[in-house]
Nanobody, 124 residues
Framework: QVQLVESGGGLVQAGGSLRLSCAASGRTFSTYAMGWFRQAPGKEREFVAALSASGDIAPYADSVKGRFTISRDNAKNTVYLQMISLKPEDTAVYYC?????????????????WGQGTQVTVSS
């Protein structure tokens, strides 16, 4: 069992930055691939970024490539999402998720555990 708790969301102006954190419980964090997803009102949950357990594979959604960076600190059982050059269309609830195995990192159903989400609002 893995419990995930996100933090770091908030209100920021367009062009600003935020860093989201996702703290995981359990001693097996380093064996899980991690992902960040987001969901805006009235829209489906969408993939943002993922990071393999080894930390060497990090795919991103095209919409955030070059602006967002996913990273992990296995000693702290934490995964991060650094977001810069934020846009109003980045406004959403952001969720982190953990997957023991996945064949398609973009699919929410591939992930075993989810956090409760943290709100990110970008004003224009």
């Amino acid at each position: 069992q893995v419990q995930l708790v996100e933090s770091g969301g908030g209100l920021v102006q367009a062009g600003g930055s935020l860093r989201l954190s996702c703290a995981a419980s359990g001693r097996t964090f380093s064996t899980y691939a991690m992902g960040w997803f987001r969901q805006a009102p009235g829209k489906e949950r969408e993939f943002v970024a993922a990071l393999s357990a080894s930390g060497d594979i990090a795919p991103y959604a095209d919409s955030v490539k070059g602006r967002f960076t996913i990273s992990r600190d296995n000693a702290k059982n934490t995964v991060y999402l650094q977001m810069i050059s934020l846009k109003p269309e980045d406004t959403a609830v952001y969720y982190c998720a953990a997957a023991r195995y996945y064949s398609d990192y973009r699919e929410p159903k591939e992930y075993d555990y989810w956090g409760q989400g943290t709100q990110v609002t970008v004003s224009s």
